[in-house]
């Protein structure tokens, strides 16, 4: 009877749930909850069915791929007649817009028209590839493995311990000079650690308003400067330097005053800062970004970039985002006729770490 019932049931979940020759008790084969749609039924496409809208899509396709050669050609033309000249921001804006507006052409209207190949105008069959494993078979795995023997035999590469170690070092040693090439990317006639640890600040030197571009402002009295206010600020004799505006991109210091109760200053940072007034690096220590986003009431610096804050009231620390250390400071004073000069450089090199930081 017992046996009876269960064959019976054995039958139903069989009839249910999988093929007949199912074992018993490993014969659960869940039903897929999901059945396979299938394909809606095959619509053929407008381009198909009108010959002239067909004609119509052909010339719109290669309309777009002589658009990108016009775009390509404007694109060199660009670069011909508007070249970059040295210290000049609107010949660099000129050239990159005009260069940019080429190549966006050139390589929008490849696409553009790709696509459009494609869905108006190529074969509108469908159809199926099935899956096929994807290793190959025992039999070609067995040859490839006796293919490596063979030649690890043969060349001696495992018994040759001396030659074969040789040829290692000399594949490691190999990229070696590649990595010295680099070199070159640094102006020859300068040390390029020196490049990224120093900045045009130096004792005695006046905050200056950044007034945009290379042009430098008026010097900054500690008077201008109100609670809650902030100075983009430049090197004051930022206009001597040879590369205006890379020395720019370093010194660049944002300016601010606060109460001065608010401000935690260690010991040994006391006197870098005036009456209130503190001076930060700009430049974002994640990867360089402006640090330019002021919130007043908070005292936090924000990067636009990717969103570290920092805490002004607090030696610049980070307080959010993937930077990893505090924007650094420039310690100030006044001078005898009340205007902000620094005392020295930043208190470390500024902007994102690089391989010489900590020396
Ligand atoms: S550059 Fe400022 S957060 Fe990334």
Redesign the pocket.
Known sequence: MAEEANQSGTALATQAHGPEDAAVGTAVIPSDAVQNPGLPPHRKRVTDLDEKKNKRAERTVFTLFYLSVAGSLGAVLAYMFFPIETGDLMAIRLHTMFVGIGMTLALLAIGIGAVHWGKALMSDQEGFDERHPVASDPETREAAAEIFELANEESGFSRRTLVRNSLLGALIAFPLPGITLLRSLAPQDLDPVTLAKHTMWDEGIRLARDTGGSSVGGAIKAADVTIGSVFHVVPENLGQATDVLNEKAKAIVLLMRLDPSELIEPDERKDWSYDGIVAYSKV?T????P?ALYEQHTHHLL?P????QFDVTDQAKVIF???KRPLPQLPITVDDEGYLIAKSDFNEPVGPSFWERLK
């Open positions: 974002c994640h990867v360089g970004c640090v990067c970039c990717h969103q570290s985002g993937p930077a």
